[in-house]
């Protein structure tokens, strides 16, 4: 069965320091999403993705952060400048035609930030 | 704004025991139902979900949920859990926020069960 990959696995960055997720989404679907999950709490979304463009974001997803579908393939989140509270566990999904269409979830990334 | 509600963070049963974990959402609209599992170390994984049509829906490992309109609630059930059940599970919701173009799921607290051998 096809499936999202994310890298890497586990990041440990310096407080200020910019870092890229990096998520490969199921090759025909056409919808991505990122979401995060602190320890201990919900996953939330962040933004989702389609057509080239950002169609909703939360309220979480500040200046700091920005995505980019790079390439026919990758689909990446940006932290500009790291924060302590940005430590989390962020997971890309991808869905297919038609909003309503399961989401499918990588294995996500554990951002550390020190 | 949507919100999910998992009323247990936590369940232990024995190997047979009955399963039924409870979900309450919020949000008054048309909404799609999703119940994802998260076994030890491994991504989310889509359990069963309910667009519209028979309110009771059959998932994969012998789970199924009962979507109830008047309750605003979604309940997961398994009549008989495993061991290899022990994992997380994450009631979630999507509603159409914007017209097309995008379907954020909000997702609920988690619970997670513990089966016993």
């Known amino acids: 069965e096809p499936e999202v990959t994310q890298t890497p696995s586990h990041q440990v960055t310096q407080m200020g320091q910019e870092v890229i997720l990096r998520c490969v989404p199921i090759?025909?679907?056409?919808?991505f999403y990122w979401y995060r999950q602190i320890l201990g709490q919900k996953v939330e979304f962040l933004v989702s993705?389609?057509?080239?463009?950002?169609?909703?974001k939360s309220e979480i997803f500040d200046d700091q952060f920005s995505v980019e579908r790079p390439d026919g393939s990758n689909f990446t989140l940006k932290i500009r400048s790291t924060k302590l509270e940005d430590s989390a566990m962020y997971f890309c999904?991808?869905?297919?035609?038609?909003?309503?269409?399961?989401?499918?979830f990588g294995d996500g990334t554990r951002l550390s930030i020190l | 704004a949507q919100s999910v509600s998992q009323h247990n963070h936590h369940v232990i049963l024995s190997e047979a025991a009955s399963l039924e974990l409870g979900c309450n959402y919020s949000?008054?609209?048309?909404?799609?139902l999703f119940w994802y599992v998260q076994y030890p170390g491994q991504h989310l994984q889509l359990l069963l979900k309910?667009?519209?049509?028979?309110?009771l829906v059959k998932g994969i490992k012998g789970f199924e949920a009962e979507f109830i309109k008047s309750k605003f609630s979604f309940n997961l059930r398994k009549p008989s859990v495993q061991w290899s059940d022990t994992a997380e599970y994450f009631c979630?919701?999507?509603?159409?926020?914007?017209?097309?173009?995008?379907?954020?799921?909000?997702f609920g607290k988690g619970t997670k069960l513990s089966v016993i051998p």
């Open positions: 999904a991808s869905s297919g035609e038609g909003g309503n269409q399961p989401q499918h």
């Open positions: 090759s025909n679907h056409l919808y």
């Open positions: 993705f389609y057509n080239n463009e950002i169609s909703e």
């Open positions: 949000y008054g609209g048309t909404v799609n």
């Open positions: 309910y667009f519209s049509g028979d309110p």
């Open positions: 979630a919701v999507t509603g159409p926020l914007s017209g097309a173009g995008s379907y954020q799921l909000t």
